[in-house]
């Protein structure tokens, strides 16, 4: 591929400016430095691009980082496109209820700022500090609450982007339907920068919720954790907006001695479980929500509950299932986010678990996930991270998924980490229909290249 061409890096300078191109750490703290762009506007966008399409320069676009499976890796001497200098909240319009922002705000600030207005984003997720919004659209991201607001892909009303060319596809209206041909906006949706860069958004938002209750409870069985999800969506009037579960492995490590968190809930169940209702009634949504759980104590689906009883407990509780970091103590780790059907979980974990223990001395294996949306996070532990042993991990997990007809990302994408085992989820005609795709939006195949799969 080369480096960068002299005269393409002169160009780029007139067009951004010497701060608009930097020479910087690219990926992350093992990728070493490499040139990146910093546009400051859909325009510096679209000129850089037009540069890098007439010079054949391959590009990657970058957010905030936070992807887990090595998309923003470089496959030769790719230049970034970062959008860290495209942060503006532009507009919150409360009557038509959007939100629109440049591509780098960072996830939480929109949040937080859609929150100052009496409203609510509801895309949630660990990352939220540091993920931006165009990364969010870009892998379609999930997180905590898609079992009642969906993923990315649900939330977003109108996009810009700039294509491989240059070309600025340009902002639609603010009205939810548009059933004007197709919907160009939900190709580029998930599509981890490899069919255009998405400059600006329409959000989609929410009346702020008055109330907001959570607690964690402790189920002993599979059957009885799907009898409880099934109660609680259909007993609490569409206002289930978590249902988080930890098996009992990853519970009892992330309250035990190597991590700051307590347990909430003493040990001994098999499944623990973040519930969480929104509503628009304080006072009734917390009586409520404690006899919801009263009564499943009553028919024996849950066998113990803590409430949260401030903000703070609340925090607390959300804490224990958001710091997968501390994870990386168990190093070194593979992790794994894949979806199936709801009453094949038990079963996979259970065949996973024991390959795992007929394959390696003293495997550790911890699963948490977003059980009501099917999607669970697998971590393992081996022993040795060798390259064997990486496959020979991912065999394991993914051979059990694709057996299952389920799905090998669930919503992290599928980067280079994952592009061996694209057609476990995918055929060959979706594939080669997706070669096309990106044929068409990127001729000279420059954007993220090598990423979800090779181009001809
Ligand atoms: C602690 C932690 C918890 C997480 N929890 C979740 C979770 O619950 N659910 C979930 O879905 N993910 C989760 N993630 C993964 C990650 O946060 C998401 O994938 C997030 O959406 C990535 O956003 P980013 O801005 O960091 O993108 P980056 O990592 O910078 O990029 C990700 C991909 O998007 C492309 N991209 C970035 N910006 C643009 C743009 N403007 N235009 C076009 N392409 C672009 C990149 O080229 C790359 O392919 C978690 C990550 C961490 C570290």
């Not at 009205?175 to 939900?186: E, I, Q």
């Not at 990302?409 to 096309?436: F, P, Q, T, V, W």
Request: net charge negative.
């Amino acid at each position: 591929m080369g480096n960068i061409a002299p005269a393409l890096l002169e160009d780029l300078r007139k067009v951004l400016g010497e701060t608009g191109l930097i020479e910087a750490a690219f990926a992350g703290p093992a990728d070493s430095e490499g040139w990146i762009a910093r546009p400051a506007s859909t325009e510096e966008v679209a000129a850089t691009m037009k540069l890098c399409h007439d010079a054949g320069q391959p590009v990657i676009p970058i957010g905030g980082r936070t992807g887990l499976v090595q998309a923003l890796s470089r496959t030769g001497h790719e230049l970034g496109l970062s959008l860290e200098r495209m942060r503006a909240v532009e507009e919150i319009d409360p009557t038509s209820r959007t939100m629109t922002v440049q591509a780098g705000v960072p996830l939480q600030i929109a949040q937080e700022i859609a929150e100052e207005h009496g409203l609510m984003f509801p895309l949630d997720l660990g990352a939220r500090g540091t993920a931006t919004i165009g990364g969010n659209i870009a892998t379609n991201a999930g997180g905590n609450r898609v079992l009642r607001w969906g993923m990315t892909r649900d939330m977003v009303i109108a996009l810009e982007a700039v294509l491989a060319d240059g070309t600025i596809l340009p902002l639609q209206g603010k009205a939810l339907k548009n059933n004007t041909g197709y919907d160009l906006k939900h190709l580029l949706i998930g599509s981890e920068g490899t069919l255009g860069i998405v400059t600006r958004a329409i959000l989609r938002v929410r009346p702020k919720p008055k109330s907001e209750n959570c607690a964690f409870v402790a189920i002993p069985n599979f059957e009885t954790l799907t009898k409880f999800l099934s109660y609680m969506e259909g007993q609490s009037s569409g206002s289930l907006s978590s249902f988080e579960v930890l098996w009992s492995d990853y519970y009892e490590f992330i309250t035990g001695d190597m991590t700051p968190h307590n347990p909430p809930i003493a040990y001994g169940q098999a499944y623990y479980v973040l519930v969480e209702t929104m509503g628009a009634d304080p006072k009734k949504d917390a009586t409520d929500f404690e006899e919801l759980l009263g009564e499943a104590f009553e028919q024996e689906l849950i066998a113990d509950a803590v409430i949260a009883k401030s903000e703070s407990e609340r925090h607390a509780l959300w804490h224990i299932r958001d710091d997968v970091l501390q994870l990386w103590q168990l190093s070194p780790l593979f992790t794994f986010d894949v979806s199936l059907a709801i009453a094949q979980m038990d079963n996979y974990t259970s065949e996973i678990k024991r390959r795992f223990d007929e394959t390696f001395d003293n495997p550790q294996v911890m699963i948490f996930g977003h059980l009501g949306d099917g999607n669970l996070h697998v971590i393992v532990a081996p022993g040795d991270k060798g390259l064997d042993t990486h496959h020979m991990v991912e065999e394991i997990i993914y051979d059990a998924i694709r057996s299952r007809n389920g799905s090998v990302s669930a919503e992290h994408g599928i980067g280079l980490e994952k592009k061996g085992y694209l057609s476990y989820s995918r055929n060959a005609d979706e594939i080669a229909l997706m070669r096309k795709i990106k044929q068409a939006f990127d001729p000279k195949g420059i954007l993220n290249p090598g990423k979800i799969f090779d181009v001809d």
